[in-house]
């Protein structure tokens, strides 16, 4: 172990344009992984954003007694998938439909009496939040007495479930296709090295080194190179979002889980494809 | 100590190289294997290294058998030989010293003993003065000597040569010969190919095998020759 700790340091010194050139390999490839991440991680949060929206609607009918009220409320709440149940009343109706449409305060003073119904405003748990769940809810509640109609917008919530959808399948395609040219941008760094030392090998079998003790120093250095590299691309990465976050659009950074799991993997990554290519190597020759 | 026992050698797209090779080298023997360019010595000195296999027949050497030796056995029979190339094969960017400190400690020697060790190979060589020098700083005949030190790093119990003074002039040719001459008088089998026939002819007390399109034509010490002899 301290041969190959030594023989893997030393090689960062003999040839340190070409670590550098692994290094900032791992950290490109790494880097488009990870805007990607940040773009796609904010993209899921705006969904998520747009999803805890997602809400059913029960309009009353205007003779319906407050206990009757109270009844349908405790029947929505006990509904599964249902989360909170919150009475709209007719006057709280008007007030909010004054406060935020204009062309409804023009007209509001001339009105004789109240003509919104009261309402419940259902929201749903986060699993129930998607075009099943809420059609579900919502047909329950249209079967309630005392509930005239029951809306949530079907439209609108398929359409963001299937933003859902591309977004999660484009998210998988991309990441795989960016995750694949930074494999073969480190394998070929690691192959450059391997090639550049493969005097240094042939010897090392010649003598009668093991295939495990030549193949540990290059492990070394791909895990180094790996670890170095996707520290830059994270480094690189949160510069990225500093700036867009400052001068574009407000975004959120990755949490910290993610961030962990891209150095882990590019580390680990480093010494997966140094591994295969030594090993390719030491059986070719 | 070196069996080859019927060997046949054919590849893909040469054809054969060796057919029908038996000859034994026993302990302590100093055997040249001449013969012309292509004859198939190199193939020979590889089929020993176990750096191939034979198509057909076996490889024995020191207990190892081509036949039944597994991939993670192969350092284990290296270790056991030493092998010096036309080209010396040095690592241009280490002294001398450490080209011989590179083959101890890529094969488990302790840290300690490595530079002294290192030093008295190079000293047995005649190089301890040079043991600081890189190999473009050395003649061609020195470079040699590192080399012969390097395959001495492990002790071997046999030293393999291919063309080992194919890039020498006459001075170091002879220079050469007599560290490998020295080498064989303590014990050790040394196997020198070599198509340098004056050579051969200046050293009639070592055996020689000739090789000629792959196949033995003449072995001073198999039972007909030396009794012709």
Do not use: C
Request: glycine share 8%.
């Amino acid at each position: 172990m301290g041969y190959a700790l030594r023989e893997a340091a030393a090689a960062f010194r003999r040839a340190p344009l070409l670590v550098a050139l692994s290094v900032v390999a791992v950290a490109f490839g790494l880097f488009v992984l990870g805007l990607f991440g940040l773009t796609t991680y904010n993209i899921r949060r705006a969904i998520e954003t747009i999803e805890d929206r997602v809400e059913v609607v029960a309009y009353l009918r205007d003779d319906l007694p407050a206990e009757e009220v109270q009844r349908v409320a405790a029947a929505a709440r006990a509904m599964p998938g249902v989360l909170a149940v919150r009475h709209v009343s007719k006057a709280e109706a008007l007030a909010t439909a004054v406060r935020e449409m204009e062309e409804f305060r023009e007209v509001s003073t001339e009105l004789e009496s109240n003509p919104l119904p009261a309402s419940l405003e259902l929201r749903l748990q986060p699993d129930s939040r998607n075009p099943d769940g809420v059609a579900r809810v919502a047909e329950s509640l249209s079967l309630e007495r005392g509930v005239e109609d029951v809306q949530f917008g079907r439209e609108w919530v398929d359409k963001v479930f299937f933003l859902r959808r591309v977004a999660g399948g484009a998210a998988l395609i991309i990441g795989l296709a960016f995750g694949a040219v930074a494999a073969i941008i480190i394998a070929t760094a690691v192959r450059i090295g391997i090639f550049a030392r493969r005097e240094e090998i042939s010897i090392m079998r010649l003598v009668g080194a093991t295939d495990g003790f030549i193949r540990l120093p290059f492990l070394i250095e791909g895990f180094t190179a790996g670890l170095l590299g996707s520290l830059l691309a994270v480094l690189l990465t949160y510069a990225t979002y500093q700036i867009v976050s400052a001068g574009l659009v407000p975004i959120e950074w990755l949490p910290s889980s993610w961030a962990f799991a891209g150095v882990t993997g590019g580390a680990l990554f480093g010494l997966v494809a140094s591994g295969i290519s030594v090993h390719r190597h030491l059986s070719g020759v | 100590m070196v069996k080859l026992v019927s060997v046949f050698k054919e590849y893909a797209r040469t054809g054969v190289v060796l057919s029908n090779v038996s000859f034994h080298a026993r302990k302590g023997e100093f055997i040249f294997l001449t013969g012309h360019s292509g004859a198939g010595k190199t193939t020979i000195l590889r089929l020993i290294q176990m750096a191939e296999r034979p198509t057909e027949g076996e490889v024995r050497v020191s207990g190892f058998s081509s036949n039944r030796i597994r991939r993670r056995d192969i350092p284990a029979l290296r270790r056991r030989l030493g092998v010096v190339f036309q080209d010396f094969r040095l690592l241009e960017d280490r002294t001398a010293e450490d080209n011989v400190a590179f083959a101890l400690e890529v094969t488990g020697a302790r840290r300690a003993d490595i530079s002294p060790r290192a030093h008295r190979l190079l000293a047995r060589v005649g190089l301890a003065a040079k043991a600081r020098s890189f190999p473009a700083e050395l003649s061609g005949g020195e470079r040699q000597r590192v080399a012969i030190a390097r395959a001495l790093a492990n002790d071997p119990l046999v030293l393999l040569a291919d063309e080992p003074t194919g890039n020498l002039d006459g001075w170091a040719t002879r220079g050469i010969v007599e560290i490998f001459r020295e080498i064989n008088q303590m014990g050790m089998t040394v196997l020198m190919a070599t198509h340098d026939l004056e050579l051969v002819r200046e050293h009639p007390e070592h055996r020689v095998v000739e090789l000629s399109e792959g196949k033995v034509v003449f072995d001073s010490g198999a039972p007909a020759a030396a009794e012709a002899t």
